[in-house]
């Protein structure tokens, strides 16, 4: 045996890991998804019920709802982070690490105290509305008969709510890969650009952009695929206004029992994943970097 | 028109002095070499040119247009990167081409200037060839390709050798100059590489912690360098304390490395005890007869073309002494005694007052 192949054996632990908590459950979901629910029974075989009922206009605008969500997040952590990713090439290290601190910080504090700590911020009796109603703006509004008589600014329990707090939390997941990609720039390649005659403007999009796209790639795909399975924040802070597929499984089994259909559904989530994956990869290699 | 002047241009960052109160003209079409060690303020002084970096005080000028504050994209002059810095997502066309599009040039002739580019520096039929599919030496010429295109007022070269072997190095460098000399475009060239330096340039402007040491021909700052640290600097040197045995009139009597010279009497012979240059390949080494200075061979690298003996004289200085391997040349071997044979025209009494500063 090799040096090589006997240090292999030090992956033994985390692939035993692996095997029980991961491939397992997959598999026991596959199986289960294939399976019939009758009458509070689930019987195994090759049935496709789960999946066509996914396919029912109510599941399937739950599920353009989750993608669409994901999508306005995956967007949004693009627009914020990019800004905070050239920001972190140009300060001193120093500085760097600061910025870096705050972008991780939201996946340092638990997600229900955030969510908490953001209802208290964006809630009808939050921090905004009070400031809102004290100089007024609310009664303009009320008046207006832009909000009801007795609601504030509608900042949650909507999709700009969970937008909103998904986003504060998978911010670190699309600047890293950027900021990674921008350091990877040679500074002398942007000198050249301008030494050549290109404004600023020519520059971010002729090469600091295009040559980010691999970072700016990796975080879509990755804050993407995040939101997809969005269960906590949507809970929290949709107010029961805003449904997502991981809502809709989680009720199917802890509700009624519905194992079946519940894995149908997470296997439909899983294909959606896996396609972004597939995308993502096609993506990266048209990108000539 | 496109001559390039530095007036009283300095440079710090802090408190740290990068150029102090850099003077210096490049005429028209020369070819001029910033040389100096790292760290001595020659590519700081190419970065003001280029905009890049803005001096603290003083002004540059290109003809009589004063360029400081400009921004670097409205300066017009051509800079190629040490690592040529071509853009990697881009074509070798695209690249070369894209001063032309950040300039709205029309695509029509944008085509004819990229043939007669691509032309210039012998690279057609590469149009279409990424950066990462070339040799070195093929980036290299799109880069130069890429800046010359918009026929700049000024070339800079940022030590564009540097990552090439050394083989290409010598060819890229000839062919660089035949191409400078063709276009008759004013050039810095930045290295710290002598030999580069010597072969390519009209003048060189030698720099050491950001302080202009000399400017001069190759020839000039070889044969007579302003102070010891150029003379050490430009190739190999012999730098040996003399000292004067008669002076007066049009010639002085030294004594050095126990040899009796008379040599020319300098301008500027302000001591007793002057250090005097010999360069190794102005010294022979004869068989030990008659009655001039001895000294012993201590270590004999042989070179194929050359011969570099270390030799030990009578006084105890350490010479070194380059022979080029011809069958005429006595060829003395380690431990031979052999007698020196200076020539007395190549010496040259190092200037002292300057010398002491640089120390």
């Known amino acids: 045996m090799t040096a090589n192949k006997r240090s292999m054996t030090l992956l033994l632990p985390a692939l035993v890991l692996y095997l029980i908590t991961f491939t397992a459950p997959l598999v026991v979901l596959l199986v289960l998804s294939f399976g019939r629910f009758d009458k509070s029974i689930t019987t195994l075989g090759f049935h496709l019920d789960g999946y066509i009922k996914f396919f029912e206009p109510t599941y399937l605008r739950v599920f353009f709802d989750t993608f669409f969500i994901s999508l306005y997040i995956t967007f949004f952590c693009l627009i914020l982070s990019f800004p905070v990713a050239i920001l972190m090439r140009r300060v001193q290290p120093f500085m760097k690490n600061i910025i870096l601190f705050c972008v991780i910080s939201p996946l340092l504090t638990s997600i229900i105290v955030r969510n908490s700590a953001w209802m208290l911020v964006l809630g009808n009796q939050g921090i905004i509305n009070q400031f809102a109603d004290y100089i007024g703006l609310n009664d303009v509004l009320r008046d207006m008969g832009l909000i009801s008589r007795f609601a504030g600014l509608p900042l949650m329990n909507n999709v700009f709510g969970v937008v909103l707090g998904t986003v504060h939390v998978y911010l670190p997941f699309m600047v890293l890969p950027i900021y990674a990609s921008l350091s990877a720039i040679n500074p002398s390649i942007e000198e050249s650009a301008r030494n050549l005659g290109a404004s600023s403007m020519q520059l971010f999009r002729n090469i600091t952009w295009p040559l980010s796209l691999p970072g700016v790639i990796a975080g879509c795909t990755l804050v993407f695929i995040l939101s997809m399975g969005l269960y906590v924040t949507p809970v929290i802070m949709g107010g029961n206004k805003v449904v997502t597929i991981p809502m809709i499984i989680t009720g199917l089994v802890r509700d009624r029992y519905n194992w079946p259909t519940a894995s149908a559904f997470s296997v439909m989530l899983l294909i959606t994943i896996l396609f972004t994956v597939y995308i993502s990869r096609l993506l990266q290699r048209s990108v000539k970097v | ?359």
């Open chain 2, 1 to 359: 028109m496109s001559k390039l002047t530095f007036e009283n241009v300095s440079r710090y960052y802090g408190e740290t002095c990068a150029v102090a109160d850099l003077n210096l003209s490049v005429n028209d079409g020369e070819f001029l070499t910033l040389l100096g060690p790292s760290g001595c303020g020659k590519t700081t002084s190419l970065r003001m040119v280029s905009g890049f970096v803005e001096p603290t005080s003083g002004r540059i000028f290109i003809g009589d247009t004063d360029i400081t504050g400009v921004l670097p994209e409205k300066r017009s002059i051509g800079l190629v990167f040490q690592n040529y810095a071509l853009f990697p997502h881009m074509t070798v066309g695209e690249n070369v081409t894209f001063g032309l599009k950040m300039a709205k040039v029309g695509k029509a002739e944008q085509q004819t200037r990229l043939k007669e580019a691509l032309k210039l520096v012998q690279l057609e039929g590469l149009v279409e060839r990424m950066p990462r599919e070339l040799s070195g030496g093929q980036q290299q010429r799109v880069a130069l390709a890429r800046s010359l295109i918009l026929r700049p007022n000024v070339l800079l070269l940022d030590e564009p050798f540097g990552a090439l072997d050394k083989q290409l190095r010598d060819y890229m460098r000839a062919e660089l100059r035949a191409l400078q000399i063709e276009l008759g475009i004013t050039t810095i060239f930045v290295t710290h590489d002598q030999d580069e330096a010597m072969s390519m340039s009209d003048r060189i402007c030698i720099m050491n912690h950001g302080h202009v040491n000399q400017i001069g021909t190759p020839e000039e700052v070889y044969r007579t360098p302003a102070n010891k640290f150029i003379a050490e600097f430009m190739g190999q040197s012999n730098i040996l304390p003399a000292s004067v045995v008669k002076s007066g009139g049009k010639t002085v009597t030294i004594q050095v490395a126990g040899a009796t010279l008379e040599i020319d009497a300098p301008s500027h012979m302000d001591s007793k005890q002057p250090e005097v240059l010999i360069r190794p390949e102005r010294i022979s080494l004869q068989p030990p007869k008659g009655t001039g200075a001895k000294a012993k061979v201590i270590d004999k690298q042989y070179f194929g073309s050359l011969i570099e003996y270390t030799v030990e004289s009578q006084d105890g200085s350490t010479l070194s002494v380059t022979a080029a391997t011809n069958k005429s040349n006595h060829e003395p071997s380690e431990g031979d005694m052999v007698m020196l044979d200076i020539d007395a025209s190549a010496v040259f009494v190092l200037p002292q007052r300057e010398a002491e500063n640089q120390s």
